[in-house]
């Protein structure tokens, strides 16, 4: 749906900058591989040369990740087929661009140069974003984005009509009760089981999962494993009595001290639970919305309508 709109718009240019480089960027293989080959775009890669030229801490970084080195060999190929289908006369409309190594330092109004240059598309309302040349310091695995000193100019996009902001996210504490390792913006955890510290005791009864767990990288079917590890753990404990415990909710009934099952401690706190029968009448519901607006799916965004469907109410009834 998104490449017909790209396709009728009068978008001609695209242009993704990273400040860091090829060995760093956090792309999807599969999803960079079906950019990469809209059809009737033109990629191009900058600076010229650097997804050849890496350096020694560059290879270990791509040596440490499988997706990373499929996303450079994508990247790679895309910037080759350009070059060959330059020298066609059968060139494409549209173009993509994808700068490493820089970061933008400042957005203008495009007015015109000091000069008395008038903006590209004076009727158009567009920006003018300064780029800064960067240099990677660090160790494989810590790369840092510095000002590159042997770039004097910076570089300048002009006529720039829509800018999109994408640098990733970080998380926060939110409980000063859970642990946090505050440097790298996680929970501290052990194939999803909460620790006190890195590298420390694991916290009985709390996991973590997405990217409180990990870090903001990954796409959905990233999340799904990440989530499936971090249940895995959670009911191998459980199959083990390890996150049973004392009920205090049962301090006033006879067998106050007797073990309890997990769900038996929800049932008994009032906690409301959707069952896997449950998730599966969520799932066909949003399916089904989705399939008569033309999509694979409609989310739910309210719990109340969520929990309604989980206990068999009739989707299209749900306003």
């Known amino acids: 749906m998104y490449g017909t709109t790209l396709r009728g718009s009068g978008v001609e240019r695209v ?3 990273g400040r860091r480089g090829v060995a760093q960027a956090a792309f999807s293989p599969k999803e960079l591989r079906e950019l990469l080959s809209l059809p009737n775009v033109r990629v191009r ?3 010229p040369g650097h997804v050849e030229g890496l350096d ?7 040596d440490a990740s499988r997706p990373r080195r499929r996303a450079r060999e994508a990247v790679a190929k895309a910037a080759a087929n350009t070059a060959a289908a330059d020298a066609t006369s059968d060139r494409p409309t549209k173009e993509l661009v994808i700068k490493f190594l820089r970061s933008p330092t400042r957005f203008e109004s495009e007015t015109g140069d000091p000069d008395g240059t008038p903006p590209m598309s004076p009727s158009t309302p567009s920006v003018r974003v300064t780029l800064r040349a960067n240099a990677l310091e660090g160790a494989s695995g810590s790369r840092r984005a510095v000002p590159d000193a042997s770039v004097a100019e910076p570089e300048v996009l002009r006529d ?14 939110v409980d000063e009760d859970v642990p946090f390792d505050d440097e790298n913006g996680v929970v501290p955890n052990a194939h999803g089981r909460v620790l006190t510290e890195r590298g420390g005791e694991i916290v009985r009864g709390l996991y973590a ?7 903001p990288t990954g796409i959905i079917g990233t999340n799904l494993r990440c989530a499936e590890e971090t ?6 404990d459980d199959e083990r009595g390890r996150l049973r415990e004392v009920c205090e909710v049962c301090e006033e009934e006879e067998d106050d001290d007797v073990a309890l099952s997990l769900s038996e401690v929800l049932r008994r706190r009032g906690v409301k639970v959707v069952s896997k029968e449950g998730w599966a009448r969520i799932d066909a519901a949003e399916r089904e919305i989705g399939r008569m607006a033309g999509k694979p799916r409609e989310k739910f965004v309210d719990l109340d309508e969520m929990l309604r469907v989980a206990e068999g109410a009739d989707a299209r009834a749900v306003d």
């Open 45 to 47: 890669v900058e600076p």
């Open 56 to 62: 020694e801490e560059d290879a270990k970084d791509l």
């Open 160 to 173: 720039v009509s829509l800018v999109l902001r994408s640098v990733g996210y970080k998380g926060i504490r």
């Open 231 to 236: 249940v895995g753990a959670l009911i191998h």
């Open 15 to 17: 242009v993704m900058i």
């Open 209 to 215: 999962a997405g990217w409180i767990k990990r870090g």
